[in-house]
Nanobody, 122 residues
Framework: QVQLVESGGGLVQAGGSLRLSCAAS????????LGWFRQAPGKEREFVAA???????IDYSDSVKGRFTISRDNAKNVTLQMNSLKAEDTAVYYC????????????????WGQGTQVTVSS
């Protein structure tokens, strides 16, 4: 059974940092793009960041660029370092894996985690 399991969410004050991790089991995602999406209450799921299989192509949404950093170990783990957090970063964060043509399009991702809550207090 293929699983992506996120961890590292929690409650943090504005300006603080959190590090999200996503561990894959059941198969290797070495050749897959790994991405992070988020969904706030009442809003649609949105792209946050993604990294291709070799790690040499990375993209971020404009809202997190310069504050978040995505990295991977190529096979089974991807992390999202989140700094200078803002109240508007509050959301459930999902990791995803897929052989995608465009990083920011969620439909291209085949596998999804269950999500981890990030709450930023102002």
């Amino acid at each position: 059974q293929v699983q992506l399991v996120e961890s590292g969410g929690g409650l943090v004050q504005a300006g603080g940092s959190l590090r999200l991790s996503c561990a894959a089991s059941g198969r290797t995602f070495r050749w897959y793009t790994l991405g992070w999406f988020r969904q706030a209450p009442g809003k649609e799921r949105e792209f946050v960041a993604a990294i291709n299989w070799s790690g040499d192509s990375i993209d971020y949404s404009d809202s997190v660029k310069g504050r978040f950093t995505i990295s991977r170990d190529n096979a089974k783990n991807v992390t999202l370092q989140m700094n200078s957090l803002k109240a508007e970063d509050t959301a459930v964060y999902y990791c995803a894996a897929g052989r995608v043509a465009q990083f920011s399009i969620s439909l291209g991702y085949e596998y999804w985690g269950q999500g981890t809550q990030v709450t930023v207090s102002s």
